[in-house]
Nanobody, 133 residues
Framework: QLQLVESGGGLVQPGGSLRLSCAASGFTLDSYYIGWFRQAPGKEREGVSCMSSRDGSTYYADSVKGRFTISRDNAENTVTLQMNSLKPEDTGVYYC??????????????????????????WGQGTQVTVSS
């Protein structure tokens, strides 16, 4: 069955770094758009960074540009989010997801993965990231 499992969350001080990993099983990521999302208490889930497994194109939310980097390890069938210069507002539960965007209007497919939900997307259970002094 399709499964995504996140790991690497924890408690860090502002300015610190974390590296989140997402392991996929039951399918290979090379035929999907992949991404990282986060949800803070009382707020809606937002797309942080997404990537096309086919050509490596990426999308980043403005709030994380220059600080976060998404990458994929084809051999391990994993996707990673390197987070640097963390801020308290980065606190939340981080989820990885995989999906296809066949029907997209008005934007690139990789961007659509981050900003348009689809009921067929696969989601992990999430990992908590807390940035606090």
């Amino acid at each position: 069955q399709l499964q995504l499992v996140e790991s690497g969350g924890g408690l860090v001080q502002p300015g610190g770094s974390l590296r989140l990993s997402c392991a996929a099983s039951g399918f290979t990521l090379d035929s999907y758009y992949i991404g990282w999302f986060r949800q803070a208490p009382g707020k809606e889930r937002e797309g942080v960074s997404c990537m096309s497994s086919r050509d490596g194109s990426t999308y980043y939310a403005d709030s994380v540009k220059g600080r976060f980097t998404i990458s994929r390890d084809n051999a391990e069938n994993t996707v990673t989010l390197q987070m640097n210069s963390l801020k308290p507002e980065d606190t939340g539960v981080y989820y990885c997801a995989a999906g296809r965007r066949i029907f997209v209007q008005g934007m690139a497919f990789v961007q659509a993965m981050c900003v348009i939900t689809d009921p067929d997307d696969s989601w992990g259970q999430g990992t908590q990231v807390t940035v606090s002094s």
